[in-house]
Nanobody, 122 residues
């Protein structure tokens, strides 16, 4: 059973930064892809960013240029560096893996973490 454990969430003011981490219970280089989704209260879950086994990355338009996804295979950890945070970034952030190739569609995701809360206040 694969486990994904997120950390690094918290409260920050507008314009601030946070780095989310996702520790995997198996070698991250074995995943076809990893990524991040988020869900704000009263809203549908949305895809945020993904990275595949070749290191290719994708971002949803609203975070492009502000967020950076990366993966450290030596530490079996996925990261999401979030800069210039906005109130609309407030959500529960979920780490995901294997979906099966790009981890962009939540219906195709195999593994989910429990989530970490990010709150951005003005």
């Amino acid at each position: 059973q694969v486990q994904l454990v997120e950390s690094g969430g918290g409260s920050v003011q507008v314009g601030g930064s946070l780095r989310l981490s996702c520790a995997a219970s198996r070698y991250t280089y074995n995943f076809y892809c990893m990524g991040w989704f988020r869900q704000a209260p009263g809203k549908e879950r949305e895809w945020v960013a993904s990275i595949n086994s070749d290191g290719i990355t994708w971002y949803t338009r609203s975070v492009k240029g502000r967020f950076t996804i990366s993966q450290d295979n030596a530490k079996n950890t996925l990261y999401l560096q979030m800069n210039s945070l906005k109130p609309e970034d407030t959500a529960m952030y979920y780490c995901v893996a294997d979906g099966p190739t790009s981890c962009t569609a939540d219906r195709d995701i195999t593994y989910w973490g429990q989530g970490t809360q990010v709150t951005v206040s003005s």
